[in-house]
């Protein structure tokens, strides 16, 4: 007994000291600013080469330079806070440095990988957590079990396939890459941060959508919203069915792949299967996508990367047209725009919780438009231009911008459902 006793010390103690040499008291990983309109579109033209790397057949490298690996790790960093990233080339090498907090345990877990190349294959890498440095074989050993690990979700290919012609320049990194197709590495991301959103019940509301719409045709937002949240919730509870029906709501007037955060492609919908449906409310086509939209990635994704998600994309639309990183004919940064991003959020937010699950979705069985997004707030700055946005506003992290979120906000608690 007292050998059992002496050996379970010893464990304890073992598993103490490792824990302790892991793990952090304070993030090793240096707070990036808040991401400006240059890094967002920067990182979102890094996002979309990854995007387009899954399930690569074209053998189309990566090619990623300075601006887009900041761009990328102001973004990841703004859109999970408090954790942290930091991507940069220093000499022939990629370092990615990574700060994750462990919040039950109040500890940061902080993570070095190091990539050499150049490499016709994967390349050697290195890995440093904690106080622990890892060679490279181990380092190997210890990415092919983050990876084993991931295919209990998703198909993930071998090492050797995922990354190939690994080029390292002193101001670029390329490589031929090659992600898992839908719901992949990318896609996971945001779907780690949130509860899977009930798939039956997505099928079930999109379907009473699509049938509704062809009996009876409509492009008013407010009348697609009851519709969603009329729909019968046939056994799922009620913050699941809220839940499902934005989620389908912005499949139907958005875009149908808002289904991933259900594991629902376009060819699971069978003959629910419609065209994306246009609605709009005083008049506008944008704003029911911005409320939708935002309102989706809350539910699947968590309330901060959906307001993050809708920053970015005001912070974007604010680029110059001369940017190498600017999209079509960038229309400028809205505050209209972002007022019907945080309705779509916050409503959700009011809607998934329990207490207020079935008031909320009685309330939205019967929304006006005033109440989904109040007429006060459409009037707001609209088409400002990024030296516009920041001479009045600074950044988004600016008391400026915060104190005009705050006013946003004011207006959405006293008219807007909540």
């Not at 300075?66 to 999970?80: K, P, R, T, W």
């Not at 959700?348 to 007429?375: C, F, I, K, N, S």
């Not at 600074?394 to 911008?401: A, I, L, Q, S």
Request: include cysteine; glycine fraction near 8%; aromatic fraction near 6%.
């Amino acid at each position: 007994m007292r050998k059992l006793l002496i050996a379970a010390a010893v464990l304890l103690l073992v598993g103490l000291v490792l824990f302790l040499t892991v793990t952090s008291a304070e993030p090793s990983t240096p707070p990036p600013p808040a991401p400006g309109a240059e890094a967002v579109a920067a990182g979102r033209d890094a996002y979309r080469q990854l995007r387009e790397a899954q399930g690569n057949r074209q053998g189309v490298p990566v090619t990623l330079g300075a601006d887009q690996l900041a761009g990328l790790s102001a973004v990841a960093s703004h859109g999970f806070r408090p954790d942290r990233l930091s991507i940069a080339i220093e000499g022939r090498q990629v370092v990615v440095h990574a700060s994750h907090r462990m919040r039950r345990l109040g500890r940061w877990l902080n993570v070095t990988v190091r990539a050499e190349g150049p490499s016709s294959g994967f390349p050697t890498t290195r890995i440093r957590v904690g106080m622990w440095s890892l060679p490279p074989a181990l380092s190997r050993w210890a990415l092919q079990l983050g990876r084993l690990y991931l295919r209990r979700k998703v198909e993930v290919p071998p090492l050797s396939d995922m990354i190939r012609n690994f080029k390292v320049e002193p101001t670029t990194v390329s490589a031929l890459v090659s992600l898992p197709g839908k719901s992949g590495l990318v896609d996971q991301m945001a779907n780690a941060v949130a509860e899977p959103v009930d798939r039956p019940s997505v099928l079930r509301v999109y379907c009473a959508l699509t049938d509704r719409q062809r009996r009876k045709p409509s492009s008013d937002f407010a009348e697609q919203v009851r519709r969603a949240f009329s729909v019968p919730s046939a056994g799922a509870n009620r913050v699941d069915s809220n839940r499902a029906a934005l989620v389908a709501l912005a499949m139907f007037g958005v875009d149908q792949r808002v289904g991933d955060f259900a594991q629902l492609s376009p060819a699971d919908l069978g003959k629910c299967r419609a065209a994306v449906v246009p609605t709009s409310i005083y008049g506008r086509q944008d704003w029911p996508k911005h409320w939708a939209l935002s309102a989706a990635i809350a539910v699947g994704a968590g309330m901060q990367l959906s307001e993050a998600a809708g920053e970015w994309k005001e912070l974007a639309d604010s680029l110059e047209r001369q940017s190498r990183f600017a999209i079509a004919d960038p229309s400028g940064f809205s505050m209209a725009d972002l007022a019907a991003d945080r309705a779509g959020f916050r409503t959700a937010r009011a809607a998934w919780q329990p207490d207020g699950a079935e008031r909320m979705a009685a309330a939205l069985a019967h929304a006006t438009p005033e109440q989904l997004l109040p007429a006060e707030l459409v009037g707001q700055e609209d088409a400002l231009s990024n030296a516009s946005f920041v001479k009045r506003y600074g950044g988004v992290d600016d008391p400026r911008f915060r104190q005009k979120v705050r006013e946003i906000d004011a207006v959405l608690d006293a008219r807007g459902l909540h």
